[in-house]
RNA sequence: GGCCCUAUCGUCUAGUCUGGUCUAGGACGCCAGGUUUUCAUCCUGGUAACCCGGGUUCGAAUCCCGGUGGGGCUACCA
């Protein structure tokens, strides 16, 4: 099959979940059918338009490696294209100019309104064309001729067979008095002219879609085929939105999503590959990929879900690569003059309790600054101010053996053979919140390790243990 | 209001087309237990759903009809 689909965002503020998950399905057919994948700016409407907005879709999208194969097409480039094709249709009798009044315009829906029916434009216009007043006049707009009778339908790739009576459609706005087309007629001409063959696209517009067909068909075009996406609602059912807040992807990358995770747990919001895998890369979603895997009910947006996937694909990511991504959330504001290795260490200990990368902010403060905690942390169980002086002295002196860049299994073995398998509690407590003044934190062996890698990291930990001696 | 879409655990969903194998499966969450020096990880178990009412049928989550709930669209937005 030779396939060609676009994504069209508008590029009114950053990319949303949504979208990206329009993106992502679009891209997915693209490879699974060895097909094109077009990017399109729908940028005809100037007055909503958001600086930075392209490139963030375009940002975005790169992040997730959704790559494109054409594009970024501006529609606002291609201005004159719907003129010509708007005068073919006013030409033809199909669409045609109208000069109604704002006024006129509010007044027929007020009425509609009183009589508590639908509003449609009257085709005044269209019965009592305005003599031609020269070039000067723009004060027009275009409107699409909607047959009154007949019905419109069509097979919808998702949702099967949809039609509606044309006498449900409105004569709407195809050419705005600016000279801007609006979506559904730029989306069109754009669809045909790119060779779109699929055209995959949020349930949202399963409502203007007759239209569109009406349109193709004005032109005598091949309608493409249509298969619309479930909606994604938030918690009270809703659509995600813009207006829903949370929505900006930017955002969850910023948090500390991954974007693996993300790609992974947006495709399963509406899609699943009927077999009980979870975990699918990028490649594995292409291969599994099917539209007739898509459901037709909206699904809602879990944030639960999301922090299962993001805490897999941290504990699975590589501790160098895991690395890149989580530099900025470290406690501190720069982090070169810590090793690598510390950093990393530090990672492989927090990464099995993370949801999401910023956690490590709050968690690893103790590995950056002293920390304060009371002294009655110190006593595990009933442990006296004498058993835990005892304890850990026991820790310094053990401690003070080790050589720089000691290995976890190295320190536990050691500790071991001091104190026997016996009771670890009465020792390790301790010495866990002298290093961490947690009442619940990693074990001190791995944070030893981790200490360590430092220059001055055994001197970092004495001095913990002696404080917290000092304490008692 | 009108038009359109939709309906399985709290959530994502399998099962619906081709009715029986479904006392409805998996995952997230939650709860309990195990491992463990605390926490987390990990392992085991549990919790929890076919929107309602009719009909067809020996038999319905699955087919038909009617309700109801939810949502989208109804812009010189996309």
Same mark, same amino acid.
């Given at each position: 099959?030779?396939?060609?689909?676009?994504?069209?965002?508008?590029?009114?503020?950053?990319?949303?979940?949504?979208?990206?998950?329009?993106?992502?399905?679009?891209?997915?057919?693209?490879?699974?059918?060895?097909?094109?994948?077009?990017?399109?700016?729908? +940028?005809?409407?100037?007055?909503?338009?958001?600086?930075?907005?392209?490139?963030?879709?375009?940002?975005?999208?790169?992040?997730?490696?959704?790559?494109?194969?054409?594009?970024?097409?501006?529609?606002?480039?291609?201005?004159?294209?719907?003129?010509?094709?708007?005068?073919?249709? %006013?030409? @033809?009798?199909?669409?045609?100019?109208?000069?109604?009044?704002?006024?006129? #315009?509010?007044?027929?829906?007020?009425?509609?309104?009183?009589?508590?029916?639908? /509003?449609?434009?009257?085709?005044?216009?269209?019965?009592?064309?305005?003599?031609?007043?020269?070039?000067?006049?723009?004060?027009?707009?275009?409107?699409?001729?909607?047959?009154?009778?007949?019905?419109?339908?069509?097979?919808?790739?998702?949702?099967?067979? #949809?039609?509606?009576?044309?006498?449900?459609?409105? +004569?709407? #706005?195809? !050419?705005?008095? +600016?000279?801007?087309?609006?979506?559904?007629?730029?989306?069109?001409?754009? +669809?045909?002219?790119?060779?779109?063959?699929?055209?995959?696209?949020?349930?949202?517009?399963?409502?203007?879609?007759?239209?569109?067909?009406?349109?193709?068909?004005?032109?005598?075009?091949?309608?493409?085929?249509?298969?619309?996406?479930?909606?994604?609602?938030?918690?009270?059912?809703?659509?995600?939105?813009?207006?829903?807040?949370?929505?900006?992807?930017?955002?969850?990358?910023?948090?500390?999503?991954?974007?693996?995770?993300?790609?992974?747990?947006?495709?399963?919001?509406?899609?699943?590959?009927?077999?009980?895998?979870?975990?699918?890369?990028?490649?594995?979603?292409?291969?599994?990929?099917?539209?007739?895997?898509?459901?037709?009910?909206?699904?809602?947006?879990?944030?639960?879900?999301?922090?299962?996937?993001?805490?897999?694909? *941290?504990?699975?990511?590589?501790?160098?690569?895991?690395?890149?991504?989580? @530099?900025?959330? /470290?406690? %501190?504001?720069?982090?070169?003059?810590?090793?690598?290795?510390?950093?990393?260490?530090?990672?492989? *200990?927090?990464?099995?309790?993370?949801?999401?990368?910023?956690? !490590?902010?709050?968690?690893?403060?103790?590995?950056? @600054?002293?920390?304060?905690?009371?002294?009655?942390?110190?006593?595990?169980?009933?442990?006296?101010?004498?058993?835990?002086?005892?304890?850990?002295?026991?820790?310094?002196?053990?401690?003070?053996?080790?050589?720089?860049?000691?290995?976890?299994?190295?320190?536990?073995?050691?500790?071991?053979?001091? #104190?026997?398998?016996?009771?670890?509690?009465?020792?390790?407590?301790?010495?866990? !919140?002298?290093?961490?003044?947690?009442?619940?934190?990693?074990?001190?062996?791995?944070?030893?390790?981790?200490?360590?890698?430092?220059?001055?990291?055994?001197?970092?930990?004495?001095?913990?243990?002696?404080?917290?001696?000092?304490?008692?």
């Amino acid at each position: 099959m030779v396939a060609t689909v676009r994504f069209a965002p508008s590029p009114t503020g950053l990319l949303h979940i949504g979208g990206l998950r329009t993106a992502l399905f679009n891209f997915l057919f693209a490879r699974k059918n060895n097909g094109k994948f077009i990017l399109r700016i729908e +940028d005809t409407d100037k007055s909503r338009e958001v600086r930075g907005a392209v490139e963030n879709i375009k940002e975005t999208l790169r992040t997730f490696g959704l790559n494109w194969d054409v594009g970024p097409i501006f529609q606002s480039e291609r201005l004159k294209t719907y003129h010509e094709h708007a005068s073919r249709l %006013v030409a @033809q009798g199909d669409a045609y100019k109208c000069g109604c009044s704002e006024e006129r #315009i509010a007044d027929l829906k007020k009425h509609a309104q009183a009589e508590k029916r639908p /509003f449609r434009y009257d085709k005044h216009c269209l019965k009592n064309p305005a003599p031609s007043t020269g070039s000067g006049s723009n004060h027009f707009v275009i409107r699409q001729n909607v047959p009154e009778e007949g019905i419109t339908s069509f097979e919808d790739l998702v949702y099967g067979k #949809i039609q509606v009576a044309n006498s449900t459609l409105d +004569d709407g #706005i195809l !050419v705005k008095s +600016d000279g801007y087309p609006v979506y559904n007629f730029a989306n069109v001409i754009d +669809d045909h002219l790119m060779e779109i063959t699929h055209v995959i696209r949020g349930e949202e517009f399963i409502p203007s879609t007759p239209k569109h067909i009406l349109l193709y068909k004005s032109f005598g075009w091949q309608v493409p085929q249509f298969a619309h996406l479930p909606l994604l609602v938030d918690k009270k059912r809703q659509k995600l939105s813009k207006r829903s807040g949370d929505a900006a992807v930017k955002e969850y990358v910023e948090k500390g999503y991954l974007p693996e995770a993300i790609l992974n747990f947006i495709a399963f919001l509406g899609w699943n590959p009927k077999t009980e895998q979870e975990i699918f890369s990028l490649d594995e979603l292409i291969k599994a990929f099917d539209l007739e895997k898509v459901n037709k009910s909206a699904a809602v947006f879990d944030l639960e879900k999301l922090n299962w996937f993001n805490s897999h694909y *941290i504990k699975e990511k590589p501790l160098s690569e895991l690395l890149k991504y989580a @530099q900025r959330y /470290f406690p %501190v504001t720069d982090t070169s003059p810590y090793p690598e290795e510390f950093l990393e260490k530090i990672l492989e *200990i927090e990464k099995g309790r993370l949801n999401k990368l910023s956690e !490590v902010g709050e968690r690893a403060g103790y590995f950056f @600054q002293e920390p304060e905690y009371n002294k009655d942390l110190l006593s595990w169980k009933d442990m006296t101010g004498e058993e835990i002086k005892k304890s850990l002295e026991v820790s310094k002196k053990i401690i003070f053996n080790f050589q720089f860049s000691i290995s976890k299994k190295e320190i536990e073995k050691t500790f071991f053979q001091e #104190i026997g398998e016996g009771d670890k509690g009465t020792l390790l407590w301790p010495l866990r !919140v002298a290093l961490t003044g947690l009442r619940a934190s990693p074990g001190p062996f791995e944070i030893l390790e981790a200490f360590f890698c430092l220059q001055n990291g055994k001197e970092t930990v004495l001095k913990r243990i002696q404080k917290a001696i000092d304490k008692i």
